[in-house]
T-cell receptor
Framework: GIQVEQSPPDLILQEGANSTLRCNFS?????LQWFHQNPWGQLINLFY???GTKQNGRLSATTVATERYSLLYISSSQTTDSGVYFC?????????FGAGTTVTVRA | KAGVTQTPRYLIKTRGQQVTLSCSPI?????VSWYQQTPGQGLQFLFE???????NKGNFPGRFSGRQFSNSRSEMNVSTLELGDSALYLC??????????FGPGTRLTVL
């Protein structure tokens, strides 16, 4: 199956800082999604981004499909950005998830 | 539009019992997928249904089963529960094969 690796595993930020999360995947994929898991466990969609760049407020994402990686940028981080960020790639009617990046934003 | 709903939200069972979890997809969505999340294994795919047909199944024992009804609602069943089945079970729906939207999950504890 497709292997998905996320880095770094943990990230501690001061409020207002910028950060980049990375997702590498081992094979060609139909699509790629970024999620934020809230403290209650629900996965919140951030981006559906099989290729190219998208922006949504302080978050943006870039996927370079030919080089099999995606980046999630968080700018001017806030404490509400804390949580686990997952990258997931689609193949054979299923999502394969990375292990996640745990982000902690300190006030 | 209402989001994906899952019932029940929390469940406590004992070893050897069986459990049925329910998922109602977003209106109009025909694909429903199930995932298990544990601290040790992370998020793992269980199965996916589209128009009542199972299109893919993950690497789980036969104790895990599922089905989808004609209204796209889905259920998953776990028989002969084991301690290791304690997990957050997440359901996701999508229109066809695109963005997947997740429900709030069912947190199962097996004692």
């Amino acid at each position: 199956g497709i292997q998905v690796e996320q880095s770094p595993p943990d990230l501690i930020l001061q409020e207002g800082a910028n950060s980049t999360l990375r997702c590498n995947f081992s094979d060609s994929v139909n699509n790629l999604q970024w999620f934020h898991q809230n403290p209650w466990g629900q996965l919140i969609n951030l981006f559906y981004i099989p290729s190219g760049t998208k922006q949504n407020g302080r978050l943006s994402a870039t996927t370079v499909a030919t080089e099999r990686y995606s980046l999630l940028y968080i700018s001017s981080s806030q404490t509400t950005d804390s949580g686990v960020y997952f990258c997931a790639v689609d193949g054979d009617y299923k999502l394969s998830f990375g292990a996640g990046t745990t982000v902690t934003v300190r006030a | 539009k209402a989001g994906v709903t899952q019932t029940p939200r929390y469940l406590i069972k004992t070893r050897g019992q069986q459990v049925t979890l329910s998922c109602s997809p977003i209106s109009g969505h025909r694909s429903v997928s199930w995932y298990q999340q544990t601290p040790g294994q992370g998020l793992q795919f269980l199965f996916e249904y589209f128009s009542e047909t199972q299109r893919n199944k993950g690497n789980f024992p036969g104790r895990f089963s599922g089905r989808q009804f004609s209204n796209s609602r889905s259920e998953m069943n776990v028989s002969t529960l084991e301690l290791g089945d304690s997990a957050l079970y997440l359901c996701a729906s999508s229109l066809v094969d695109d963005t997947q939207y997740f429900g709030p999950g069912t947190r199962l504890t097996v004692l």
